[in-house]
């Protein structure tokens, strides 16, 4: 079964603090993708991780991506308040039936707190 | 500027009907997808097309039909036997690479459909 999974589902950290958000997926792909999402927003675009190895880092965010491990890592550093949104993995894996299917994880919930 | 428009940002639905909502981008992508999304919830994909005139089911695609008549152009039609529509609905779309995967996707505004 293909499957793209968080952990945590929920977070809720101090500012200042240091965290991971982890995404497992389940078959082989060399493409994943960070979104964020604010409360009743639409999701936009943070990372593009194409390859073993790929580290990404915006501001406070660094995303990164063991293809073998099957395991990206969205690491936040010293936590600020508007971080507060829930992201979303993504993999794009190559079907049986020679097509590609994009799969969404499940979402980790961040809060952060003053 | 180049983007994903979805109308209207809100709909409300009385039991019984068809309600289409609409989707455009002018990003000139290939794919298209459209999901929902339960409040508290993650994405399920509904429908998802890859080239015009074509689409396929995703995984929740009971209740709802699609067309793909044009590039630019991708809507979605609840129809009344979708039996608890309530939700917010995205659509999305992403440029196929060479060797046929798909880039990161771009995503629309939503719509926020109510049934009365």
């Known amino acids: 079964e293909l499957k793209v999974e968080q952990n945590p589902l929920f977070l809720s950290m101090q500012e200042g603090k240091n965290y991971t958000i982890y995404c497992n997926y389940s078959?082989?792909?060399?493409?994943l993708y960070w979104y964020r999402q604010d409360p009743g927003k639409s999701l936009e675009s943070l990372f593009v991780l194409l390859s073993n190895g790929a580290v990404k880092q915006e501001g406070r965010l660094m995303a990164s991506l063991d293809t073998k491990a099957r395991l990206s890592t969205l690491h936040i550093t010293a936590a600020v308040h508007d971080l507060s949104a829930t992201y979303f993995c993504a993999v794009d894996i190559l079907y049986y039936s020679g097509t590609y299917k994009y799969i969404f994880g499940t979402g980790t919930r961040l809060k952060v707190l003053a | 500027d180049g983007g994903i428009t979805q109308s209207p940002k809100y709909l409300f639905r009385k039991e019984g009907q068809n309600v289409t909502l609409s989707c455009e981008q002018n990003l000139n992508h290939d794919a298209m997808y459209w999901y929902r999304q339960d409040p508290g919830q993650g994405l399920r994909l509904i429908y998802y097309?890859?080239?015009?005139?074509?689409?396929q089911k995703g995984d929740i695609a009971e209740g709802y039909s699609v067309s793909r008549e044009k590039k630019e152009s991708f809507p979605l039609t609840v129809t009344s036997a979708q039996k608890n529509p309530t939700a917010f609905y995205l659509c999305?779309?992403?440029?196929?690479?060479?060797?046929?995967?798909?880039?990161?996707?771009?995503f629309g505004p939503g719509t926020r459909l109510t049934v009365l």
């Open positions: 078959t082989t792909s060399d493409r």
């Open positions: 097309s890859q080239i015009v005139n074509d689409f």
């Open positions: 999305a779309s992403s440029q196929r690479l060479a060797g046929g995967a798909y880039n990161e996707q771009f």
